[in-house]
């Protein structure tokens, strides 16, 4: 079962063709890695099946849990189920992190979080920031542990994650990729992840991977085999390289 | 600190919810006098409270108080108060007095046509400290109407007064408020301007005079610009006390066919005087106008006087952010739009922060 399929989508950015004819598809229940350079598309990849404005698809075809979601707007995806982490989300002057999260949970600014609520907030080490304007002076570790607990208030079916684990330290990686482990394994919620690193693994469960080339898929197999042979090769070597399958997962091949 | 409830609901009486209600400009006479004899048994011996023409009679030297700080002949609306008015108030806190209380003033505008002139004089006498908030509120019906008003502030040696004037008027009212402040050694004043309904057209220009040494000034604003709404707000600060410091801080929102102007002017007049404007512009549609006018001024070697200004349209990946946490695009508007408003530029106490919040909130929502 897929949760969200993807067939030969094709996207622009200010008039340049980013992604080129992708096809493919997410497990249900699963946790799936994307690997790729910088510049390679991936942010574009996320961006557009969230459906950002800056993100023209210029052709293609998303479902997302049986229903066509091409031309849906961004607020209709989340409220189907399909969030997203920015890599740098904006900074919102005067709107404090405690009225988002509540947002996020679907109170009003009057509700108070409950005991469960805290001791998540409290475990995101982010009770301190509670008053704080979203994003303003956070830092990066900061940032991005405030996007993660914001999607996991969310209660999403699929977790689009973009980059969780960059420039986070050791500590703030094993929260996050746990927490994210956790909330995934407890739901049935489905995820794709961004990375550049292969450390996430050690605590996110994913038996897909697969590299982005060039705005193409390359290369689907098991994420640690593809970091390993990143990190042996390089991802221009890589794609070129002995375990090439680049026509999708082997959970899609029986479809 | 806390806000005396008592007053403020009987202000909120007078004022705030009357314009929902028909309310005779003569029942309001006389609830108004409640509140100035009320407000004056609660502040007993703190605070003084009167009618302006009445306080002339009872006060010789209060004459001397009178169009000090604004010229009668700078305009045509003050000539207007000159030679005909209705009132205004008289308020006198007195020295090393500490006060805070929300004052519903004067002005609420019932009769139709209706030309209003007052002339306020307000005098924090020496090492007093208050927080006064008064709003102006109008009848809804009143199908045109102008308010002329004058007022003349005195910040006498080491007092503070952190003074709100909240505008709530209808979509007819000319407003011309004309007022002027004088500041003394090491006082403070803290003039804070909050603006929400739609209005015809206001243009004010307040000016505050740093002679004392050490004085300081801070004028804040926070201005929503809806409707057909021509705001022209400005403030001038001349510092002409040793060490004397202004600061300028405006949030400003423009949508549908409002003109905002957004002013102002620091005179840097002694050689160690200190100065800082911040104008930040909203706008949320393309039929808004917003247009920011900063001035400094350099009479002496070392002065400092620095200014940042933003004017932009609302950030679309802003809105784009929140609409991934499943707001719909008009929530996600509104959300920017009460942050950006931010009451806490105010430098009020958390009480009166959270009353002022309530306000501007409401007519964010309400629009």
Same mark, same amino acid.
């Given at each position: 079962?897929?949760?969200?399929?993807?067939?030969?989508?094709?996207?622009?950015?200010?008039?340049?063709?980013?992604?080129?004819?992708?096809?493919?598809?997410?497990?249900?229940?699963?946790?799936?890695?994307?690997? =790729?350079?910088?510049?390679?598309?991936?942010?574009?990849?996320?961006?557009?099946?969230?459906?950002?404005?800056?993100?023209?698809?210029?052709?293609?075809?998303?479902?997302?849990?049986?229903?066509?979601?091409?031309? +849906?707007?961004?607020?209709?995806?989340?409220?189907?189920?399909?969030?997203?982490?920015?890599?740098?989300?904006?900074?919102?002057?005067?709107?404090?992190?405690?009225?988002?999260?509540?947002?996020?949970? =679907?109170?009003?600014?009057?509700?108070?979080?409950?005991?469960?609520?805290?001791?998540?907030?409290?475990?995101?080490?982010?009770?301190?920031?509670?008053?704080?304007? /979203?994003?303003?002076?956070?830092? =990066? =570790?900061?940032? +991005?542990?405030?996007?993660?607990?914001?999607? /996991?208030?969310?209660?999403?079916?699929?977790?689009?994650?973009?980059?969780?684990?960059?420039?986070?330290?050791?500590?703030?990686?094993?929260? /996050?990729?746990?927490?994210?482990?956790?909330?995934?394994?407890?739901?049935?919620?489905?995820?794709?992840?961004?990375?550049?690193?292969?450390?996430?693994?050690?605590?996110?469960?994913?038996?897909?991977?697969?590299?982005?080339?060039?705005?193409?898929?390359?290369?689907?197999?098991?994420?640690?085999?593809?970091?390993?042979? /990143?990190?042996?090769?390089?991802?221009?070597?890589?794609?070129?390289?002995?375990?090439?399958?680049?026509?999708?997962? +082997?959970?899609?091949?029986?479809? | 600190?806390?806000?005396?409830?008592?007053?403020?609901?009987?202000?909120?009486?007078?004022?705030?919810?009357?314009?929902?209600?028909?309310?005779?400009?003569?029942?309001?006479?006389?609830?108004?006098?409640?509140?100035?004899?009320?407000?004056?048994? &609660?502040?007993?011996?703190?605070?003084?409270?009167?009618?302006?023409?009445?306080?002339?009679?009872?006060?010789?030297?209060?004459?001397?108080?009178?169009?000090?700080?604004?010229?009668?002949?700078?305009?045509?609306?003050?000539?207007?108060?000159?030679?005909?008015?209705?009132?205004?108030?008289?308020?006198?806190? $007195?020295?090393?007095?500490?006060?805070?209380?929300?004052?519903?003033?004067?002005?609420?505008?019932?009769?139709?046509?209706?030309?209003?002139?007052?002339?306020?004089?307000?005098?924090?006498?020496?090492?007093?400290?208050?927080?006064?908030?008064?709003?102006?509120?109008?009848?809804?019906?009143?199908?045109?109407?102008?308010?002329?008003?004058? #007022?003349?502030?005195?910040?006498?040696?080491?007092?503070?007064?952190?003074?709100?004037?909240?505008?709530?008027? #209808?979509?007819?009212?000319?407003?011309?408020?004309?007022?002027?402040?004088?500041?003394?050694?090491?006082? !403070?004043?803290?003039?804070?301007?909050?603006?929400?309904?739609?209005?015809?057209?206001?243009?004010?220009?307040?000016?505050?005079?740093?002679?004392?040494?050490?004085?300081?000034? #801070?004028?804040?604003?926070?201005?929503?610009?809806?409707?057909?709404?021509?705001?022209?707000?400005?403030?001038? !600060?001349?510092?002409?006390?040793?060490?004397?410091?202004?600061?300028?801080?405006?949030?400003?929102? !423009?949508?549908?066919?409002?003109? $905002?102007?957004?002013?102002?002017?620091?005179?840097?007049?002694?050689?160690?005087?200190?100065?800082?404007?911040?104008?930040?512009?909203? &706008?949320?549609?393309?039929?808004?106008?917003?247009?920011?006018?900063?001035?400094?001024?350099?009479?002496?070697?070392?002065?400092?006087?620095?200014?940042? !200004?933003?004017?932009?349209?609302?950030?679309?990946?802003?809105?784009?952010?929140?609409?991934?946490?499943?707001?719909?695009?008009?929530?996600?508007? #509104?959300?920017?739009?009460?942050?950006?408003?931010?009451?806490?530029?105010?430098?009020?106490?958390?009480?009166?922060?959270?009353?002022?919040?309530?306000?501007?909130?409401?007519?964010?929502?309400?629009?």
């Amino acid at each position: 079962m897929s949760i969200l399929k993807v067939e030969d989508l094709s996207v622009k950015v200010e008039d340049k063709l980013i992604l080129k004819g992708l096809s493919f598809s997410l497990k249900s229940g699963e946790s799936h890695i994307l690997f =790729g350079p910088n510049g390679s598309g991936k942010t574009t990849l996320v961006g557009a099946l969230m459906g950002l404005p800056q993100f023209e698809i210029t052709s293609g075809k998303v479902t997302f849990m049986g229903i066509d979601i091409t031309v +849906k707007s961004v607020e209709e995806r989340a409220k189907l189920g399909m969030v997203m982490s920015f890599q740098n989300p904006p900074e919102i002057t005067g709107v404090k992190l405690a009225d988002l999260l509540k947002l996020c949970l =679907g109170k009003s600014a009057t509700d108070a979080f409950s005991e469960e609520e805290k001791a998540l907030i409290d475990a995101f080490r982010l009770t301190a920031f509670l008053d704080r304007d /979203i994003n303003v002076g956070f830092s =990066g =570790g900061e940032r +991005k542990r405030s996007e993660i607990l914001q999607l /996991i208030f969310l209660k999403p079916k699929l977790l689009l994650l973009d980059e969780p684990d960059s420039g986070v330290d050791v500590e703030s990686l094993r929260l /996050i990729a746990g927490e994210i482990q956790r909330y995934v394994e407890r739901s049935g919620s489905s995820a794709l992840i961004i990375t550049h690193k292969g450390d996430i693994l050690d605590y996110v469960k994913a038996k897909y991977g697969c590299i982005l080339l060039d705005g193409k898929f390359h290369c689907f197999t098991h994420p640690t085999r593809i970091y390993e042979e /990143i990190k042996k090769l390089g991802y221009e070597e890589c794609v070129a390289c002995r375990i090439r399958t680049t026509e999708g997962w +082997k959970f899609e091949q029986g479809k | 600190m806390k806000v005396p409830h008592q007053v403020l609901e009987e202000t909120y009486k007078a004022g705030m919810e009357a314009d929902e209600k028909d309310r005779s400009g003569t029942f309001y006479h006389v609830d108004q006098s409640t509140i100035y004899s009320k407000v004056n048994e &609660l502040f007993q011996g703190k605070i003084e409270l009167m009618d302006t023409k009445a306080a002339l009679q009872k006060y010789s030297w209060l004459g001397e108080y009178m169009w000090k700080l604004v010229d009668k002949d700078k305009d045509e609306f003050t000539r207007k108060v000159a030679e005909d008015w209705s009132g205004g108030y008289f308020m006198q806190i $007195m020295p090393g007095a500490e006060i805070t209380f929300p004052l519903q003033s004067c002005l609420l505008i019932t009769q139709k046509n209706l030309e209003q002139r007052v002339h306020n004089i307000i005098i924090a006498e020496e090492g007093s400290k208050a927080h006064i908030i008064t709003s102006c509120v109008q009848h809804s019906s009143v199908p045109k109407a102008s308010h002329l008003g004058v #007022s003349e502030i005195y910040v006498k040696k080491g007092a503070t007064l952190n003074f709100t004037m909240i505008h709530q008027w #209808s979509e007819n009212t000319l407003v011309r408020p004309r007022s002027a402040a004088e500041i003394g050694d090491r006082a !403070a004043f803290v003039s804070n301007y909050v603006c929400m309904r739609p209005v015809r057209d206001v243009q004010m220009y307040p000016a505050a005079f740093c002679k004392g040494a050490d004085s300081t000034v #801070s004028f804040n604003s926070i201005l929503y610009g809806h409707g057909n709404s021509l705001l022209d707000i400005g403030s001038k !600060a001349v510092l002409t006390g040793k060490g004397s410091k202004a600061e300028m801080v405006s949030r400003a929102i !423009a949508r549908e066919g409002s003109k $905002m102007i957004i002013r102002g002017l620091i005179d840097g007049g002694s050689a160690d005087c200190r100065g800082h404007l911040e104008c930040r512009g909203l &706008l949320i549609d393309d039929e808004a106008f917003l247009q920011s006018i900063p001035e400094l001024i350099a009479r002496k070697k070392g002065v400092e006087i620095t200014h940042e !200004a933003a004017v932009g349209k609302i950030s679309e990946k802003e809105i784009t952010y929140l609409m991934t946490r499943k707001m719909s695009r008009d929530q996600a508007v #509104s959300l920017i739009i009460r942050g950006f408003m931010d009451v806490s530029i105010l430098g009020l106490p958390d009480a009166l922060n959270a009353e002022i919040k309530k306000i501007v909130e409401a007519s964010a929502e309400a629009s």
